[in-house]
């Protein structure tokens, strides 16, 4: 069984930045690809970014590239989002995913298999 923890999300200002933690527990050391995927209400879940398993390939939306950062520590099983220049509409709760297929997409929240419980990131003007 997979469990997936977040942390680290909370209330700051725009311009400023967050780290978000993901702590994978159970089948992690198989997992394909980990991604953090966002929603805020009345939206859809937005794809946020994705990190390969195998080789560390990385992977972003287009509203948050060159402000956010994937990266993991294989010793813990965890994946982190470091959220820089923080703005208004990065407001959502953030959900970490675990996908163990490579046949599906990235970018998509169809090509996971497992969720996070979210955490909620607000970014005030």
């Known amino acids: 069984q997979v469990r997936l923890v977040e942390s680290g999300g909370g209330l700051v200002q725009a311009g400023g930045s967050l780290r978000l933690s993901c702590a994978a527990s159970?089948?992690?050391?198989?997992?394909?690809?980990m991604g953090w995927f966002r929603q805020a209400p009345g939206k859809e879940r937005e794809f946020v970014a994705a990190?390969?398993?195998?080789?560390?390939?990385?992977y972003y939306g287009d509203s948050v590239k060159g402000r956010f950062t994937i990266s993991r520590d294989n010793a813990k099983n965890t994946v982190y989002l470091q959220m820089n220049s923080l703005k208004p509409e990065d407001t959502a709760v953030y959900y970490c995913?675990?996908?163990?297929?490579?046949?599906?997409?990235?970018?998509?929240?169809?090509?996971?298999?497992?969720w996070g419980q979210g955490t909620q990131v607000t970014v005030s003007s």
């Open positions: 995913a675990q996908a163990f297929t490579s046949l599906r997409p990235i970018t998509s929240a169809v090509g996971y298999d497992y």
């Open positions: 159970g089948r992690a050391f198989s997992s394909y690809v």
């Open positions: 990190i390969r398993w195998s080789d560390s390939n990385t």
